[in-house]
């Protein structure tokens, strides 16, 4: 079997990275903080290289919408294996419906069996691209998925609802967006990276519409204030469970 | 006449705890616009029965949809029924749990629509007329407001944020025609493998009692287990990423960046440090108490009360305590 995915992945600020709000109160600013592979999307890397490496026969098509230096994203998921890549260039950072609909628009000209997201973006968790993206293609979708195996047109995926898992049946071509699951990314070797050198990225101008949704205000969380230390070791019990209960109403 | 949608999740031919939070954040909508909740209810043969509570939680129509290919949920099926429903009947905004259903449904929800999205709220009011929305991103280190520019936003609601109040509405019942194939499904949900059957999620506890790296053993997660259990069905257990990497946990239970991220009313921290990812998944808690035997563990410095020292002999007291307590 050949087997033929596409996956959508992300650059995004480190998970230490500080942020700021922007001057304008409403776009982040991450200047200074390191950019990496959305963590998420890196199990979507690994799912699509481990099933491609089953089938024997297949290719992974790695597709990034973002600025230039998006370039070194896609280029990370080169170096893990895959074989090619697309960069649809915007100097914005669209989210949501926004970029779904870049991503359908180049995901529909292509032939794929799978294409594959990761859960969430760790920048603006919304946890919606993924789906959104299948819904403007027509096609069958499941989310916060742990493992799925791939037969010739079928997908079965187990996917993590609350207090257990759901097992999914898919026709193929299918969406899946990725979760911690079966799929720990491996790490690129120095082979890896040589070889992604010369791997075909492309690079095309995105097209992309207004988003329709509008960032009024982007703040800092009000810092929580440290409380206090009710006491040291067991004999604290009673006052805290005091203060639970008659103090914060908790319990 | 238009209203506020909100839709009701079902499993298993019961209303989850989370659609009466849905409607509760509807009915906060419909009250500063002027209107009425809309809930939608969609399962299997007989679900109808377990809609009258939802007019408790403040709805004032209830919308049932029974089907036979409604017995589990379908992304395509329900995205159908769902858009049918809002272009037919109009809403100003449509409210889901961010569940893991939610989650799924209302992103192709808002896709169809051509809607704006406004993921995981933690606060909703009305400005103008406006409804704008709290969204907590980056993992928590950035607070969002969030607006939709057409109608009707599509929203979903963390859980545990709103609880349904003392706001009961009359709740009367209608059908839904749904004319749904599961032979036109892309996607079927062949087999629902619970956990623990009564067992709660880390994502929909009131109660949280995580533990970390400091619990020593996989084993010493009884010391926790029993503690959850001490307070009557209300609390889960969680845990950090440390001991999910260590395989002690599974990863269903992992809080922080790269897990869930909780509201619970109470977050009981033990043995876990305080690392920014780990607090990125629960710094909306309610209240946070950490248990640690380092003072200057971060930990302290975003917890409301703290009890410095061994949590192997902290522990099993706090348990009986709270077993005391709650008889
Ligand atoms: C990309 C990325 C994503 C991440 N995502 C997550 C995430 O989603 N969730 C998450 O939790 N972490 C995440 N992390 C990891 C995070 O940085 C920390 O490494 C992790 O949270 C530490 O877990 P811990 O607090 O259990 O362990 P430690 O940091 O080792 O802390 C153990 C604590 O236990 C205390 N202790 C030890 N013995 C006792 C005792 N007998 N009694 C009382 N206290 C005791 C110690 O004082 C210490 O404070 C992520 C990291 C990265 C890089
Ligand atoms: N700019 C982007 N370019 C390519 N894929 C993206 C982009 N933004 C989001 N995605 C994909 O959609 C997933 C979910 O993102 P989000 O809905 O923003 O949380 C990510 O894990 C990626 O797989």
Redesign the pocket.
């Known amino acids: 079997m050949r087997v033929k995915s596409i996956v959508c992945v992300k650059r995004v600020p480190?998970?230490?990275a500080r942020v700021r709000v922007a001057a304008d109160g409403k776009s982040v600013d991450a200047a200074g903080a390191k950019y990496?592979l959305n963590?998420y999307d890196e199990f979507a890397v690994e799912a699509a290289l481990k099933h491609k490496e089953a089938a024997g026969a297949g290719e992974v098509t790695v597709v990034s919408v973002g600025n230039a230096a998006s370039a070194e994203t896609l280029r990370t998921a080169l170096a893990m294996g895959a074989d090619n890549a697309v960069l649809l260039k915007t100097d914005g950072r669209p989210e949501g419906l926004a970029v779904a609909r870049v991503l359908a628009e180049e995901l529909k000209g292509r032939e794929f069996d799978v294409a594959l997201f990761g859960m969430k973006a760790?920048d603006d968790d919304l946890q919606a691209v993924g789906p959104m993206t299948a819904e403007l293609l027509d096609l069958p979708a499941v989310t916060a998925v742990t493992e799925f195996s791939w037969e010739a047109g079928k997908v079965t995926a187990h996917r993590e609802i609350e207090g257990g898992h759901e097992v999914v049946e898919l026709k193929t071509p299918c969406v899946v967006t990725l979760t911690k699951g079966a799929y720990e990314p491996r790490y690129a070797s120095l082979k890896g990276i040589m070889a992604a050198k010369k791997k075909p990225l492309e690079e095309k101008a995105a097209t992309v519409g207004d988003s329709p949704v509008e960032v009024r205000k982007l703040s800092l969380p009000a810092e929580r204030q440290a409380g206090r230390i009710v006491g040291e070791g067991p004999d604290a019990v009673p006052e805290l469970l005091r203060l639970l209960r008659q103090e914060a109403k908790v319990i | 006449m238009p209203g506020i949608f909100a839709f009701a999740e079902t499993r298993d031919g019961e209303i989850r705890k989370v659609a009466g939070e849905a409607v509760a954040a509807a009915r906060t909508l419909a009250d500063a616009l002027g209107t009425e909740v809309h809930a939608v209810v969609l399962g299997g043969s007989g679900i109808g029965g377990a809609a009258t509570e939802l007019g408790a939680a403040g709805a004032d129509k209830v919308f049932v949809g029974e089907s036979d290919a409604f017995g589990k949920y379908s992304a395509e099926g329900y995205t159908a029924v769902i858009v049918k429903f809002i272009r037919e009947h109009g809403c100003d905004a449509a409210i889901f749990p961010a569940s893991s259903l939610g989650k799924d449904l209302a992103p192709r929800v808002a896709a169809r629509l051509g809607a704006g999205y406004l993921a995981d709220c933690t606060a909703l009011e009305v400005q103008d007329g406006t409804v704008v929305a709290t969204r907590p991103q980056a993992s928590g280190k950035i607070i969002g407001q969030v607006a939709a520019t057409g109608k009707p936003p599509v929203i979903t609601v963390r859980p545990n944020v709103f609880l349904p109040g003392d706001n009961a509405r009359g709740g009367d019942v209608q059908s839904l025609d749904v004319s749904v194939n599961e032979a036109d499904f892309g996607a079927v949900v062949r087999e629902i493998k619970a956990g623990a059957a009564e067992k709660l999620d880390v994502g929909e506890a009131p109660i949280i009692v995580a533990?970390?790296?400091?619990?020593?053993t996989p084993e010493n997660f009884k010391l926790l287990e029993d503690l959850a259990e001490a307070f009557g069905g209300k609390a889960a257990v969680g845990?950090?990423?440390?001991?999910?990497d260590a395989g002690w946990r599974p990863h269903s239970e992992?809080?922080?960046?790269?897990?869930k991220t909780v509201a619970p009313t109470l977050y009981i921290a033990?043995?876990?440090?305080?690392?920014?990812?780990?607090l990125?998944?629960m710094r909306t808690s309610r209240y946070i108490v950490a248990?640690?035997?380092?003072p200057e563990?971060p930990?302290f410095k975003v917890a409301d009360y703290g009890i410095v020292?061994?949590?192997?002999q902290?522990l099993p007291r706090m348990t009986e305590e709270v077993r005391k307590m709650m008889a």
């Open positions: 480190d998970t230490e990496i963590p760790i | 533990g970390g790296r400091g619990l020593g845990a950090s990423r440390a001991v999910v992992q809080v922080g960046q790269t897990g033990v043995g876990i440090s305080g690392a920014i990812q780990h990125a998944g248990i640690n035997k380092d563990a930990i020292g061994d949590l192997h902290i």
